[in-house]
């Protein structure tokens, strides 16, 4: 039987329409969480919701771009009006960029990928944590990558926004360290999930960064991180805060 240590709090998964997001929405509403499905898509997005429903457990979906801070300020305030709290935030939606280096990379794609995966993760905290704050406590847990953790992962602009994402992590962890919230982060290696990459088959990132490809090891599934994810969220990880876990089959050690 599913142990229900999240009754009571109410969870915001940004991203949640599919793969890490949709397993740690489930995962979070199996136990007890209310859960805000926070995506871009709303096919996909009230499709989880659904699922959640079907399951016995409470979610609902708000619909837009978090790097957009009217979506933003939006999914913060329905959350609120809908369930009272904001206990935990998971920071999962992200885009790939297309392989390229520093030189080859265009203004659109590095402008829209650091948009994505690193300024939405700031807004959606900058807009959560006074709640957080106001009640003594809570959880975040941002999705980072071993991109985040060197520089043989993916291309210049996705590789920038990871350590950007880690980055945020432990300074947040710091600033919020004696106010009750704790944040820490996953960084997946290969896991099964639909996140398009849209490489540039001449790319000098993509040829070099190849070379490193037999590193990557077992290829995860999303339950695996939504499985890590919750965990750092919950309060069997009350002492841990500012911690970066790889999810990566051991790719981080190689």
Known sequence: MMVRDFEGKTAIVTGAGAGIGRA??????????????????????????????????TAMAVIGDVSDQNVVDHVVRATVDAYGSIDV???NAGIMDDMSGPHEVSDAVWERVLRVNLTAPFLVTRAVVPYMLAQGKGAIVNTASEAGLRGSAAGTAYTVSKHGVIGLTESAAVIYREHGIRVNAVAPGGVATNLEVHMKTDAMGLAAIGTYAANVGRIAQPDELAAAIVFLASDAASNISGAILPVDSGWSAV
């Not at 199996?30 to 457990?57: F, M, N, W, Y």
Request: aromatic fraction near 0%; avoid cysteine; hydrophobic fraction near 50%.
């Open 89 to 91: 935030l998971v920071n």
């Open 24 to 57: 740690t929405a489930r995962q979070l509403a199996a136990r007890g969480a209310k859960v805000v499905v926070s995506d871009l898509h709303e096919t996909t997005a009230r499709s989880v919701v659904a699922e959640i429903i079907a399951q016995g457990d």
